[in-house]
């Protein structure tokens, strides 16, 4: 099975993209984390995104803050799918990352999740990997039963909370 690649501009955003490494962790799926940036050392984002189809990625995830180029760079770099998660922080509060992330040019994709969306993220790569992946979609399907079922249980202990 592919594994997911998951990649952010910083350590700093680790707290944030963590939530996209356990929501693939509880699906089953294989994920390889790197810290590297667009700016920073971009030979790195570079090296990391050719080799990624070859190396048995089949999505990448890419989160970054601020100026967020990364998930656009490394979408530049290879025709996988590209999930871009804006990180939130600094003085516009994700909003700086989430229209750097989403006005990409025609001609270079990148889906784009909430500010902060990492676990949506991981969701969103199992969904396109599922695609050719049966036993996936059966995980992918067990999960929205049980969230449903969630909410239920949920909405039942408020009732008896109001009622009383
Ligand atoms: C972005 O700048 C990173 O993705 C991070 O969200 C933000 C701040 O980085 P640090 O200064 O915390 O390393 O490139």
Do not use: Y
């Not at 989403?102 to 909430?114: E, F, H, L, N, S």
Request: aromatic letters at 4%; charged letters at 15%; a neutral charge.
């Amino acid at each position: 099975m592919s594994r997911v690649g998951i990649i952010m501009g910083s350590d700093s955003d680790w707290p944030i993209m963590e939530a996209a490494h356990k929501q693939l962790m509880e699906l089953g799926l294989k994920s390889e984390v790197l810290v590297a940036s667009a700016h920073r050392n971009p030979e790195t984002v570079r090296e990391f995104a050719q080799g990624a189809r070859a190396g048995g990625i089949g999505v990448i995830i890419a989160g970054a803050g601020a100026a967020a180029h990364l998930p656009g760079v490394v979408a530049s770099f290879t025709t996988l799918p590209v999930i871009g998660v804006p990180i939130s922080g600094g003085p516009f509060k994700g909003v700086e990352a989430l229209l750097s992330i989403v006005q990409m040019p025609p001609g270079i994709p990148v889906a784009t999740m909430a500010v902060d969306g990492a676990k949506n993220a991981a969701l969103f790569a199992a969904a396109i990997l599922a695609v050719g992946d049966e036993a996936l979609a059966a995980k992918l399907a067990d999960f929205r039963a049980k969230q449903a079922e969630a909410v239920k249980a949920k909405n039942e202990a408020l009732q008896i909370k109001i009622a009383q």
